[in-house]
């Protein structure tokens, strides 16, 4: 099948960044092209139409190729638990829990499996796949078992792009030392090499690529602009990159950054509000006076909600909500916000009852089997009625605790099953990852924070968060594709 591979020197190189822009450019050629990433690790996960859960990254390039997601694009995704353990999902289902040490021994095989059906399937479907590849390709420690990268390149003899981050400093050295340590039948799939992240005047870089060229053999096919743009990170290293300040902003959200935070990309579109400030708050730093507090999901529920209430930032939060400050929880953050969390079965790897927050009247059960899957439901609060369309993944089943006959939780949505608000609109809970891609909710519940201020209120008529997403993309790829040449690696 025909296929470009793209690797990295390192993490964060710009293997996502540059594989999601191909697959735009390729789609404006006319291509039917599809992405694929053998094996991810991030706590980002999107879940399929059919209910299976991949990289939130793989999504994301599987709308830059015009397509809908499939489990088939990334058919291996670890969910890192904590304590050197992951959650193994393969073919978009949860297939066990395994300590790093003994991951491959006991999944190498299924994994190499279960990708190769899963390119055969995309071969029957599309004209050609971008491949990501994971971390480096030059892992000496690991490459005998890697199933993301060069593996990958081998089986189906694909022209592969190497990323190297200038920015970062020593590219050129990582370019090197790279190609020394492939394998002489890899290095003879690269075709080019993509300099990423490039902040200068080019032709102070001229005479380096010059050499570069002249020492390895092969091209340097792109050299990348650095990009501005908020695009969906795949772990929570990102965060520490991303700027909050903005001179037109009016309102301050703190998001707190938990150790296993999941699914950050829910706050992309307010990143990507001009008066919204979004601040990602460790739990070492003063949690001050923002105009909302929003506690998002995490994989590991019960011990991130450990750690908040050792640190002193939970009890911050009941402070600030005992001020009259909004609160917002987000799957796991929903989950800690109520009364008690328990876990008989350990399936977090800790088994006993702990105390929430008690914020909210529910009470949770983690159980081994997890619920993922899309979903369509009507808004009650901020606005009545408005169609909120997003993704619940969660193991926790929560009960509402029955209230007096004048209720001060209301449900948030039409399924009550979904979240909860106080009648004062300050406190707020949902399962609903994505809730914010929706347009008009997201600005009616902007506008509840802006009337406490004494601000205006923006406009609701606006678009979903995925026609900008959509312009995001595009200008992706105009970009990038302004600076890259694809030549070599197309039949």
């Known amino acids: 099948m025909k296929a470009i591979m793209v690797v990295g020197t390192t993490s964060h190189a710009g293997k996502s960044l540059i594989s999601t822009a191909i697959c735009r450019i390729l789609s404006r050629r006319g291509w039917r092209v599809a992405p694929f990433k053998g094996q991810n690790m991030a ?4 879940v399929t139409a059919n209910g299976g859960e991949i990289g939130y990254a793989q999504a994301v390039q599987a709308w830059a190729a015009g397509v809908v997601p499939w489990v088939e ?72 078992r890697d199933l993301t990268n060069m593996r ?13 981050d200038i920015d970062r400093g020593g590219a050129f050295a990582h370019v090197v030392g790279t190609l020394e340590l492939l394998e002489p039948e890899e ?81 992309d579109p307010l990143e990507s509000e001009p008066s919204v400030a979004v601040k990602f708050l460790s739990m070492k730093q003063e949690l001050g006076h923002p105009d909302a507090v929003i506690i998002p999901g995490s994989k590991t529920t019960i011990t991130d909600l450990l750690l908040m209430q050792k640190s ?26 109520g ?59 929560s009960r509402i605790e029955q209230q007096e006959d004048n209720p001060t939780f209301q449900p948030l949505f039409d399924d009550v099953n979904l979240g909860l608000v106080d009648n004062c609109q300050s406190i707020w809970g949902t399962y609903l990852h994505g809730l914010f891609d929706n347009g008009p909710w997201r600005r009616a519940w902007l506008n509840r924070l802006r009337q406490q201020r004494g601000l205006k209120s923006l ?13 995001i993309l595009d200008s992706l790829a105009t970009e990038i594709e302004a600076h890259l040449n694809l030549a070599p690696f197309l039949p």
């Open 43 to 46: 706590l980002n996960a999107y």
């Open 73 to 144: 694009m990334n058919p291996i995704l670890l969910k890192p638990q904590g304590d050197m353990t992951s959650q193994v999902i393969i073919k978009g289902r949860p297939v066990g829990r395994v300590k790093a040490s003994d991951y491959y021994e006991q999944y190498f095989d299924i994994g190499w499996q279960a990708i190769q059906e899963s390119l055969k399937h995309l071969s029957t479907e599309f004209d050609l796949l971008v491949c990501e590849g994971a971390g480096s390709p030059a892992e000496i420690n690991l490459k005998h």
């Open 152 to 164: 990958i390149a081998k089986y189906l003899n694909a022209p592969t792009i190497l990323v190297v």
């Open 187 to 267: 290095r003879a799939l690269i075709k080019g090499i993509v300099i990423n992240k490039f902040r200068g005047q080019r032709s102070l870089l001229e005479p380096g690529i010059k050499w570069l060229e002249e020492r390895i053999g092969i091209p340097v096919v792109g050299v990348i602009p650095y990009f501005q743009e908020v695009f969906p990170a795949e772990d929570s290293l990102d965060l520490l990159e991303r700027n909050s300040y903005k001179s037109t902003a009016d309102l301050n959200i703190t998001v707190i950054r938990l150790p296993r935070i999941a699914n950050f990309t829910d706050f």
């Open 312 to 337: 002193g930032m939970a009890e911050a939060i009941q402070n600030y909500a005992a001020s009259g400050g909004t609160v917002l929880g987000i799957c796991g953050g929903y989950q800690m916000l």
């Open 339 to 397: 009364q008690i969390i328990a876990d008989p079965e350990g399936v977090e790897g800790q088994a006993g009852r702990f105390q929430g927050l008690n914020l909210l009247p529910i009470r949770t059960v983690i159980t081994g089997q997890k619920i993922a899957r899309q979903r369509q439901v009507s808004s009650n609060y901020p606005q009545m009625g408005l169609p909120v369309n997003g993704f619940e993944i969660h193991q926790g089943r």
């Open 459 to 471: 406009p609701t008529g606006v678009a979903n968060y995925r026609e900008q997403r959509e312009q």
